[in-house]
């Protein structure tokens, strides 16, 4: 993986100063975020797993001030880690969390007890159930 850094112009005041994270699928060469202009070899499957490799390359770019850039360099050095493996790791456990959360219904005590009981025993179809199974197996060629 790589990481470029690039810099507004010089015009800007320090506090609108802002730096963009860059990250993309590199084969053979390491641009790192602490020296953006030297490269060192590494094999390429020491980074990127073959699923990455048949997935194809992505790209993503963050404009951010300079103090938050600063945050997440650190941070990823703690880590061990690159400022753009920090960054893809952070955004997909965001991401994944996101999903989850969106996907998880959540009910008051009153609520699950309703629905509990609508599954144990369910109510019998009224005319507007009725009309949509109708309407269903004449869509789709079904008998009731």
């Known amino acids: 993986m790589s990481t470029t850094l690039k810099r507004k112009g010089k015009n ?16 053979t060469k ?7 202009g030297s490269t060192k070899d590494i094999k ?12 194809g390359k992505a790209r993503l770019e963050a ?29 997909l456990e965001a991401a994944t969390k996101a999903i989850e959360e969106s996907s998880v219904i959540q009910l008051s005590i009153e609520g699950q007890k309703a629905f509990a009981e609508a599954l144990l025993n369910p109510p019998e179809p009224n005319a507007a159930l009725r009309r949509a199974f109708e309407s269903h197996a004449a869509l789709f060629g079904q008998n009731k």
């Open 12 to 27: 800007e005041t320090a506090s609108r100063k802002s730096v963009a994270i860059e990250t993309h699928i590199s084969g």
């Open 30 to 36: 390491n641009l790192t975020a602490n020296n953006p």
């Open 44 to 55: 390429p499957d020491a980074r990127i797993s073959t699923k990455q490799k048949s997935e």
């Open 63 to 91: 404009r951010m001030t300079q103090k938050v850039h600063a945050q997440i360099k650190r941070a990823a050095e703690i880590q061990g880690r690159t400022v753009t493996d920090f960054v893809v790791y952070a955004a």
